[in-house]
């Protein structure tokens, strides 16, 4: 089985049209926090480590110095305010990088595993529930790389057309307005569905999957509150 941190060690810096980020963690910490996750990792005995940074032009070269024991896969990818599917579009933009026929366990860079209790991998998906139509995309095990692109692809394609969708009076609306020669397709980069629910609608329809109890993982979370420790 092989690791993948996904990570994005220098987020774009305040706001702007298309992404309007809101950073809280600063880029020490998040080098700090992704070197804790690799220890443990280790500790678990996952060696062949790949760190996906989508910090794109905010890229520093000495990083990849620093995480020399690790494959370390700097991406420019696209950055949503919807920070799920900037997530995604990392993961599909660096699969080739990783090996095709190996068990992936995909863990954020903010957190810890303390356990790997799976042995066989006879499911495309293993992951937990969060809600009741959400799954954690903190942490997972997908079967191999191929399972792992077709399922990114799909969820990519599920979000993007969320909002083409009519749901209701407003979405109605808003797509009579964008339909109209010179409106501004504000859609495009906000995308409102979360990578959560996007991820168990795909996987509850295409994919063989097992859900787990416990993914033995434990980091930081960041919302209006400030930070917040969290294990699951």
């Known amino acids: 089985m092989i690791a993948l941190i996904t990570s994005t060690l220098f987020p ?114 293993y992951c937990k529930k969060d809600g009741e139509e959400n799954i954690s995309t903190r942490s997972y095990i997908v079967r191999n790389r191929e399972v792992y692109d077709q399922f990114v692809t799909k969820v990519i394609g599920y979000m993007l057309n969320y909002n083409s969708r009519i749901r209701g009076p407003r979405s109605f609306m808003r797509i009579i307005k964008n339909s109209l020669p010179h409106s501004n397709i504000s859609h495009l980069y906000h995308v409102e569905l979360m990578l959560e629910n996007a991820a168990w609608q795909v996987l509850s329809k295409t994919f063989s999957f097992e859900l787990l109890n416990n993914l033995n993982i434990e980091g930081t979370i960041c919302n209006n509150d400030g930070l917040k420790i969290i294990s699951e």
């Open 12 to 125: 774009p810096q305040g706001n702007s049209p298309n992404t309007n980020y809101r950073n809280k963690l600063s880029s020490d910490q998040r080098i700090e926090q992704t070197f804790l996750t690799i220890d443990s990792l280790k500790k678990v005995g996952i060696n062949e480590i790949y760190l996906f940074d989508n910090s794109g032009v905010n890229y520093i070269s000495k990083i990849q110095t620093l995480f020399s024991d690790v494959n370390y896969i700097p991406i420019n990818s696209i950055q949503f305010e919807n920070k799920g599917l900037s997530e995604i579009f990392m993961i599909k933009q660096g699969l080739d990088y990783i090996p095709a026929e190996k068990p992936i366990l995909k863990i954020s860079g903010r957190y810890r595993i303390s356990k790997l209790e799976l042995k066989e991998i006879e499911k495309d998906f």
